[in-house]
DNA sequence: CTGAAAGCGCTTACAG
DNA sequence: CTGAAAGCGCTTACAG
């Protein structure tokens, strides 16, 4: 069907191997072979088999990154980091969308194995016996990003500070004077380290505690608006007094906020509220919203260079990364 | 160093023909071999190499899949229908992320190309020489997703009928009573396809024409908001008796509104707005934003469908496909 | 500077 | 029901 190297080499009247080191870019070559094997390529359309070379070389140069959901509005900006890094380094990146399944991620990393995928940045959300199970027998670099795997697994991670964030954006808000302030818990694990360093800082502080953890898992945003709406009404009715709110996310401060626009409060005005994401529409005069920017490209980035770093460094136990998040001040928060 | 054919082979004492003969489901195997050479898989944890395999039956099934832009948040929709469609028949899919570049997409082309895909949908942003005389030489069936391709170049389509969805638009506007309806075209070729949709629509009820294009090609949330900024201070200062604009997706609508809301004009009140796209947040209580539903996910499936026709029936000249949308009302749009 | 040969890990007629 | 052999399209020591 297509041409092959072979048909190449006739053409010229060289040997295929000739034509291979000319192909890779060998120097030992004499300038009138090379220019003659160059010419035949461009007249016959000669593209090389990376399926063959693949297979020779017993290296793919693919690196697998797994996306947890495809609607996920970050992930893209995680892959555009990763993505770019790997590409000036000469590996493709062969994505895998996940969907939230479990079952999904067993599956590509089958696929990886029969693919031969040289390393893999993963994200899944849920750590069990057997996906470690499974990326042990792999025995190829893999990195989780935006998620942090069991010590004992021997995984490294890159991920943002969430306590660490979450301190600063509660004592940004303290230093404005809020001292009743409630927080609206993220129900994932990243959820969970914010709240829990909303309760340190509380007891740290001695400011009261006033957490409203609303189960159902919520990514998107119509699923994420209930939920802030549903934990704002709980805040309202259980801590009226409260003068901020630090939601997980900037899903559920719109939640939030959705609200109490129902009830006629203001934001700022009755109440500050605080997000986590810098979403797009954060930024919108309705919402104005405080909120915290994760860096994202840059955590792709990370990843990226850590998995290249495990490669060809042979770097088998790089150290875990925990990247800054910024606070990005808008009007949905004031002194008081 | 990973575990080979020959590894099985030899671990159970038969051919590396026989081993090849059970991995792929052949059934004149006695159920004694089949299950020696099970068992030996299983302990010996051999996986197939993709690679050889298809490099020996010189197949990939592999599909590449263009991201126009890894941030749209649309791409998301397309590719869950069509990946699930495509694998469900055995392919898998190749993503290739074109941030908006042509020479992005010429890359991807000649990595489909080394990689021996069996087809490919693609969005580019633009139909230029090089791009078609590539895709010819490609000699692999493509389907052009929610672009339309030149008539001559033979690659089919499948797209939204993005005129038949405008005039729908107008229609119900129309219906309202609204007889002053201004238009913000979106700056792109679907765009543009509105805008005579809106033009036509304008042309046979005998009501005035008033669309106001501003050129910023705007994607994301803050460069549309912008542009419909800017494009409904115009409206306001060229048409002031306007009572209706049909926005050409939602972000224009909401760059509209945060103007009238500068200007202290309330939505539906004294203008009503509708918009295209249905983003998660057209359904905010603050926009309560009519709009237009695009089927996303049925579109990718049909660039999907129609590429396996082409692929697996041979059909070299599908037909193109549009595919209709639907109006969600909501409380941006009122009777006058 | 160049060619012949073996090999990468599979599949697939061809025999038996 | 099974094996030996050739082939997929490259790469890479090994000679010369």
Not at 35 to 58: G, Y
Not at 313 to 324: A, G, I, V
Request: aromatic share 8%.
């Amino acid at each position: 069907m297509s041409v092959t190297i072979r048909d190449v080499a006739q053409f010229c009247g060289v040997s295929v191997s000739t034509v291979s080191r000319v192909l890779n870019g060998y120097t030992d070559i004499s300038e009138e072979t090379a220019n003659k094997v160059f010419d035949a390529i461009k007249k016959l359309d000669f593209v090389p088999s990376n399926t063959a070379r693949m297979l020779s070389k017993k290296k793919t140069r693919i690196i697998g990154l797994t996306i947890p959901d495809i609607k996920d509005p970050f992930f893209s900006e995680n892959a555009a980091g990763a993505e770019k890094l790997l590409q000036e380094n000469g590996y493709e990146i062969f994505y895998g969308n996940m969907e939230r399944s479990g079952e999904k991620l067993l599956n590509f990393l089958q696929q990886a194995r029969q693919m031969r995928f040289e390393g893999l940045i993963i994200t899944p959300d849920e750590w069990n016996d057997e996906l470690l199970d499974t990326i042990h027998k792999l025995s190829i670099p893999v990195v989780a990003l935006r998620r942090r795997p069991p010590q004992s697994s021997g995984v490294p991670y890159v991920d943002n500070d969430h306590y660490k964030g979450a301190m600063e954006m509660m004592t940004y808000l303290s230093d404005l004077g809020h001292t009743k302030i409630a927080h609206i818990v993220l129900p994932t694990g990243i959820g969970e380290i914010r709240r829990e360093a909303y309760r340190d800082f509380c007891r740290i502080r001695g400011i009261p505690e006033r957490d409203i953890r609303i189960e159902t898992p919520a990514n998107k945003l119509d699923q994420a608006k209930e939920n802030g709406y549903e934990a704002m009404k709980q805040i309202h009715k259980q801590y009226p007094d409260t003068t901020a709110v630090f939601a997980g996310t900037d899903q559920l401060a719109i939640g939030a906020m959705v609200y109490l626009r129902e009830q006629g409060l203001s934001v700022p005005g009755n109440i500050s509220i605080a997000g986590v994401n810098d979403m797009d529409y954060a930024s919108l005069p309705w919402f104005d919203l405080t909120t915290m920017s994760l860096n994202r490209t840059e955590m792709g980035r990370a990843a990226a260079q850590m998995l290249l770093d495990m490669i060809e460094k042979r770097q088998t136990h790089p150290e875990n990364l925990l990247l800054d998040s910024s606070i990005i001040v808008r009007g949905s928060t004031i002194k008081i």
